[in-house]
C-alpha cells in the first residue's frame, strides 16, 4: 500500500483551465457547455466559430492592406509635381548622392517600417521553431507511453495464454497418464482427477481476465486467428523506428487499441512537424530576401517576395484557425481526461468500467476489480501443489511408472506459478496508470505549451506579413527607375566639375589637413 502513494498524479495546468474557460458559441450564436464530445455536432459547431474569427481577422488584413495600396496607388499621384518642384529645390543642397528633404524623410520611414516589420517575422519564426519542438516532444512523450501500456498489455495477454495452454497440455498428457496408472488405487486416482479439476477451474479464471485481449492483437499487426499461445509481445521501441500498422479502412478499431494509437499518432506527427518546419521555413527566406530586396533595390525580387508574403499571410491566419480549435478541443479533454475515457464507447468496449476507473485512478481505496480471480486462481495453484506434493511421497513406491509423468506435471506447475507472480505483478495499476499519467503529461503540458507558442507565431507571422505588404509598395515608389539613374549617370559625366567639387569637398571634411 505504501508504493501506492508514490503513483503520480496528474492536475491541469494554468493554460488548460484558462482555455477551457473561454465561451462557446455555435451558429447560431447561442451559449454551449465546454464538454468534450467530438463526434457532437454542437460541440464541432462552437469550434468552427472560434476558427471563423481567424478568418474574420483575414478580411480585416486584407482591407487593411487594400487601403494602404489605395493611398499608394491614388492618393500620391498628386504629388508628383509637387514632389518635382521639390527635388529641383533640394538639388542645390544636396550632395549628388542620395535624397533630401520630404523624399527622403518618406523613403526612411518606408524602409523602416519594413525592416521592423520583418524583423518581428523572424522573432514569429523562432518562436514557432520553439513551439514546433515542443509540440513534438509533447507527442514523442505521448507515443511512447502508448507503446509501453500496449507492451504491458501483450505480456499480461502472454502470459495468460502461456498458463493456459501449459495447463491445458498437463491436462491432456501427463495426468491423463497417470489417471490411466492410478486405475487400481483410488485414493491416488482421486489426487489425480482433483488436480484436473483444479486445472481446469485455473483455466477459467484466467481466460475470464480480459484486460489486455481487447486491446492487442490490432495494435501488434497479429492474426486473430493465431491461438493464445503463439502471441509474441512487442518490446516497446522509440516512436522514430516503431512499425506503423493501420487497420483496414484507416478507422479506429472498436474496442480501442493504444498500439495502433501511437503507430497512427506516429504518422500524422510526421506529417505535421514537417509541414510546420517548411512553413517556417517559407516565412524566413521571404523575410531574407525582403531585406536583400531593399538593401540593393531590386524592384523584381520585391515583387516576387510580395507574392510569396501574400501566400505566408493566408497561411499564417489558416494556421492560427486550426490552431485555436485543435487548443481549445485539446484544453477541453486535458480539463477532464477520465470522464471521457470512460464515456467513450471507443475505450470502454470490451472491458467494464470498473477495471477502467480502476487504472486511471490507481487509488488505494480501490480494490483490484481482478482480486478475487487471481485469489483463487492461486488457491488453486496452491491445492495443486499440494496434491502432487502427496502423490510424490506416497504414490512413486507403489508405481514407478508414474514418476515421469508427475515429473511433467510439476515442471508445468512451476512454470505456471512463475508466469502467474509475473502477471499479478503486471495487473496491478501502478504500472498502466503511470503510462497513463505520462501520456496525460506529454499530451497536455509539452503539447499544450506547443501549440500555444505555434499560436502565437501564426498571430504575430500575420500581422508582421500585413505590415510588410502595407510597406512594400511604398518601396517600390522610392526606387529611381532606370531612366532616372542613366539621366543622373550622363549628367554627371557631361559636368566637368563635378569629381572637382566632390574632391574639393572630401579634402575639406578630412581633419588633418
Known amino acids: 500500500m505504501a508504493a501506492m502513494t508514490t503513483v503520480p498524479s496528474y492536475t491541469p495546468s494554468l493554460w488548460v483551465r484558462v482555455c477551457h474557460a473561454l465561451p462557446r458559441l455555435d451558429l447560431t450564436m447561442q451559449m ?15 469550434l468552427l466559430v472560434l476558427s471563423s474569427l481567424s478568418a474574420i481577422a483575414l478580411v480585416i488584413s486584407l482591407l487593411v492592406v487594400l487601403s494602404f495600396l489605395i493611398h499608394y496607388c491614388c492618393c500620391h499621384r498628386g504629388d508628383r509635381s509637387e514632389g518635382s518642384e521639390e527635388e529641383e529645390e533640394d538639388e542645390d543642397a544636396s550632395t549628388g548622392h542620395g535624397y533630401s528633404g520630404k523624399k527622403g524623410r518618406g523613403i526612411c520611414c518606408v524602409t523602416w517600417m519594413a525592416v521592423a516589420a520583418v524583423t518581428l517575422c523572424c522573432v514569429a519564426i523562432g518562436i514557432g521553431f520553439y513551439g514546433n519542438s515542443e509540440a513534438n516532444d509533447g507527442m514523442y512523450q505521448l507515443t511512447s507511453s502508448l507503446l509501453t501500456a500496449n507492451y504491458t498489455l501483450a505480456s499480461i495477454d502472454l502470459l495468460i495464454s502461456d498458463t493456459i495452454a501449459g495447463l491445458q497440455l498437463s491436462i491432456s498428457g501427463p495426468l491423463t497418464t497417470m489417471e490411466e496408472l492410478f486405475t487400481g488405487s483410488k485414493p491416488f486416482l482421486v489426487s489425480t482427477r482433483n488436480c484436473r479439476r483444479l486445472s481446469d477451474n485455473v483455466v477459467n479464471l484466467l481466460s475470464s481476465i480480459s484486460l489486455a485481449r481487447f486491446s492487442v492483437d490490432t495494435g501488434l499487426g497479429n492474426d486473430s486467428r493465431i491461438s493464445g499461445a503463439s502471441i509474441i509481445p512487442l518490446t516497446p521501441v522509440p516512436p522514430s523506428v516503431a512499425p506503423t500498422v493501420v487497420p483496414a479502412g484507416g478507422l479506429m478499431p472498436n474496442p480501442f487499441s493504444p498500439g495502433w494509437a501511437a503507430n497512427t499518432l506516429m504518422v500524422n506527427e510526421d506529417y505535421r512537424w514537417l509541414s510546420y518546419v517548411l512553413l517556417l ?24 517576395m510580395t507574392v510569396l508574403a501574400w501566400l505566408a499571410l493566408f497561411l499564417s491566419w489558416g494556421s492560427l484557425g486550426l490552431e485555436t480549435a485543435t487548443v481549445v478541443a485539446l484544453s477541453d479533454f486535458c480539463s477532464d481526461p477520465n470522464t471521457f475515457v470512460l464515456n467513450s464507447t471507443h475505450f470502454n468496449s470490451g472491458t467494464s468500467s470498473d477495471v477502467l476507473d480502476y487504472y486511471l485512478t490507481c487509488s488505494r481505496r480501490m480494490n483490484s476489480p481482478f482480486q478475487q480471480l487471481l485469489t483463487q486462481s492461486q488457491r488453486a495453484l496452491s491445492n495443486i501443489h499440494t496434491h502432487l506434493s502427496s502423490l510424490e511421497r506416497n504414490a512413486l513406491t507403489q508405481f514407478p511408472k508414474a514418476e515421469k509423468s508427475l515429473r511433467e506435471v510439476q515442471q508445468i506447475l512451476n512454470s505456471t506459478e512463475g508466469n502467474f507472480h509475473q502477471l499479478v505483478a503486471l495487473l496491478n495499476c501502478r504500472g498502466l496508470n503511470k503510462d497513463y499519467i505520462d501520456s496525460l503529461k ?34 517600390w515608389r522610392s526606387f529611381p527607375s532606370e531612366s532616372e539613374e542613366y539621366e543622373d549617370s550622363d549628367s554627371e559625366s557631361e559636368d566637368p566639375f563635378t569629381s572637382h567639387q566632390d574632391s574639393k569637398r572630401f579634402l575639406q571634411w578630412q581633419p588633418w589637413l
Open 32 to 46: 454551449k457547455d465546454n464538454v468534450f464530445v467530438p463526434d457532437s455536432w454542437e460541440y464541432q459547431q462552437t
Open 281 to 304: 521555413l517559407l516565412d524566413l527566406i521571404v523575410c531574407l530576401f525582403i531585406l536583400l530586396g531593399l538593401a540593393k533595390q531590386a524592384r523584381w525580387l520585391l515583387i516576387l
Open 442 to 475: 506529454g499530451l497536455c503540458y509539452d503539447g499544450m505549451e506547443g501549440l500555444l507558442y505555434l499560436s502565437l507565431y501564426s498571430f504575430l507571422s500575420a500581422l508582421a506579413f500585413t505590415a510588410i505588404l502595407c510597406s512594400l509598395p511604398g518601396a
